[in-house]
């Protein structure tokens, strides 16, 4: 028995085993409490560079405090994550895009009085020696980078199809637009692994179609390593090198989406115990 997905989003139909070895991404016996729910128990997985990595689970299985641990925004009890072979758990959260992780958010947290340009910029100001600070002083230095980043911000605008759009307020925009702009503000920071929280969530069957597109062209022509927390199976299987599964904070199953669809605690994690 396999999970059901949608066959017009795509699926890989690669089979096998866990991978194994060290990724970019390294996540060791991580382990999160609150009181005594046991939100994430000893979950470990690796992410290899250039790979796209699913992330699943039914609702409340961890993968949000999985998230917010990577985005140093949470403090495990135990275990490690190390990033480029180097451990993250000592850095605050607003030096985690200089290491190279950018994230979205399951709920926008855009500028919403800002225009898409400008929601944009402010993500690739965060990595930028100098920063907005120098910008707003008028340094020199501060100009020549302000140059180049509003010229590859334009890029960026014209890659995510938002070049139409770019002196519109954000508010003003629909919620598949603005799903667009958050990606391109998290993409400003030229990350080498990015978060995805949901990026299907409430998009329609033919914003999902295009944003599976854009997932793979974004891997393929950036270099981007990604890790994928979504409920859309058929976006899932359809992009993912790699799927990682989480029931009550623990991991179940891990391999390509063809072993994870037919492993059995998987479709009971999914469909109940009698499945």
């Given at each position: 028995m396999?999970?059901?997905?949608?066959?017009?989003?795509?699926s890989?139909?690669?089979?096998?085993?866990?991978?194994?070895g060290p990724?970019?991404?390294?996540?060791?016996?991580?382990?999160?409490?609150?009181?005594?729910?046991?939100?994430l128990?000893e979950v470990?997985?690796?992410?290899?560079?250039?790979?796209?990595c699913?992330?699943?689970?039914?609702?409340?299985?961890?993968?949000?405090?999985?998230?917010?641990?990577?985005s140093?925004?949470?403090?495990?009890?135990?275990?490690?994550i190390r990033?480029?072979?180097?451990?993250?758990?000592?850095?605050?959260?607003h030096?985690?895009?200089?290491?190279?992780?950018g994230?979205?958010?399951?709920?926008?947290a855009?500028f919403?009085?800002?225009?898409?340009?400008?929601?944009?910029?402010?993500?690739?100001y965060?990595?930028?020696?100098?920063?907005?600070?120098?910008?707003?002083?008028?340094?020199?230095?501060?100009?020549r980078?302000?140059?180049?980043?509003?010229?590859?911000?334009?890029?960026?605008?014209?890659r995510?199809?938002?070049?139409?759009?770019?002196?519109?307020?954000?508010?003003?925009?629909?919620?598949g637009?603005?799903k667009?702009v958050?990606?391109?503000?998290?993409?400003?920071?030229?990350?080498k692994?990015?978060?995805?929280?949901?990026?299907?969530?409430?998009?329609?069957?033919?914003?999902?179609q295009?944003?599976?597109s854009?997932?793979?062209?974004?891997?393929?022509?950036?270099?981007?390593?990604i890790?994928?927390v979504?409920?859309?199976?058929?976006?899932?299987?359809?992009?993912?090198?790699?799927?990682?599964?989480?029931?009550?904070?623990?991991?179940?199953?891990?391999?390509?989406a063809?072993?994870?669809?037919?492993?059995?605690?998987v479709?009971?994690?999914?469909?109940?115990?009698?499945?």
């Amino acid at each position: 028995m396999m999970i059901l997905i949608d066959d017009n989003v795509g699926s890989r139909s690669d089979s096998g085993a866990p991978m194994e070895g060290p990724g970019l991404l390294e996540v060791s016996r991580l382990s999160v409490r609150f009181g005594g729910i046991v939100a994430l128990d000893e979950v470990s997985f690796d992410v290899d560079p250039g790979n796209i990595c699913g992330l699943i689970g039914p609702n409340g299985a961890g993968k949000t405090t999985l998230f917010n641990c990577l985005s140093r925004l949470y403090e495990p009890q135990a275990g490690e994550i190390r990033f480029g072979g180097r451990s993250v758990l000592r850095l605050p959260a607003h030096r985690m895009a200089w290491v190279g992780i950018g994230r979205t958010f399951q709920n926008l947290a855009l500028f919403g009085s800002m225009t898409v340009e400008q929601n944009v910029l402010a993500g690739g100001y965060v990595t930028r020696q100098g920063g907005y600070i120098a910008s707003m002083l008028g340094l020199s230095s501060a100009k020549r980078g302000e140059v180049a980043l509003r010229r590859e911000c334009r890029g960026l605008l014209e890659r995510l199809g938002l070049d139409e759009v770019a002196n519109v307020p954000v508010r003003d925009l629909p919620f598949g637009t603005q799903k667009r702009v958050e990606l391109g503000r998290a993409l400003a920071s030229q990350p080498k692994l990015l978060l995805l929280d949901e990026p299907a969530a409430s998009l329609t069957h033919e914003e999902v179609q295009a944003l599976r597109s854009l997932i793979l062209e974004l891997r393929n022509s950036l270099s981007l390593t990604i890790l994928l927390v979504e409920h859309h199976m058929g976006l899932v299987m359809g992009v993912s090198d790699h799927v990682v599964v989480l029931s009550f904070g623990r991991k179940i199953a891990e391999g390509s989406a063809a072993y994870v669809q037919s492993h059995p605690e998987v479709i009971r994690a999914y469909l109940g115990g009698s499945a």
